[in-house]
């Protein structure tokens, strides 16, 4: 994929983000991003290595695919607190965002086995890194489906529920 200038990319750790400069660093060349977060620190990406680290934001029909996969998905609570960890890590930073659904998914079913009195713990690092999966998708999702960001949470717990 190529991308210029002023193009909006979802960055694997960051979500939302523009593409605000290319720049020539050591003779390599540079995407400058910017995260939508609000931060406003600039994050640097060799144009020539981008797979995995930022891809363009999904299509309304992607999108769709997206919450078809979600409504497949099954709640899947690892106990070995590790394995769990390294799981969630790993799917995080893939930058897939289908790993990223999966993650929301889990998110979705801790709070609503939790809300009908079927305990499940998590850390508060396992909750931080579902929280974040969350967020990037939503994010990209209400774009996609050009739905108000704050009402996502409620059509996705409709579409799971």
């Known amino acids: 994929m190529s991308y210029k200038v002023n193009d909006r990319v979802v960055h694997s750790r960051e979500g939302l983000s523009t593409i605000k400069d290319i720049t020539t660093i ?94 499940v713990k998590l850390g508060p690092t396992d909750l931080q890194m579902l929280k974040d999966a969350e967020s990037i998708l939503f994010d990209e999702l209400a774009i996609s489906l050009n739905v108000e960001r704050d009402k996502m949470s409620e059509k996705i717990s409709k579409l799971l529920s």
């Not at 144009?47 to 999108?63: C, K």
């Open 26 to 119: 050591a003779g390599n060349e540079y995407f400058v991003i910017v995260s939508d977060k609000g931060d406003k620190e600039n994050i640097y990406v060799l144009t020539s290595r981008t797979e995995n680290i930022i891809r363009p934001i999904m299509t309304l029909d992607e999108a769709n695919e997206i919450i078809k996969y979600m409504k497949t998905v099954k709640a899947e609570f690892i106990s070995n607190t590790k394995q769990r960890r390294d799981q969630y890590r790993k799917r995080l930073l893939s930058g897939n965002v289908l790993d990223l659904a999966y993650l929301s998914c889990q998110l979705y079913f801790f709070n609503y086995y939790n809300a009908h009195g079927q305990l």
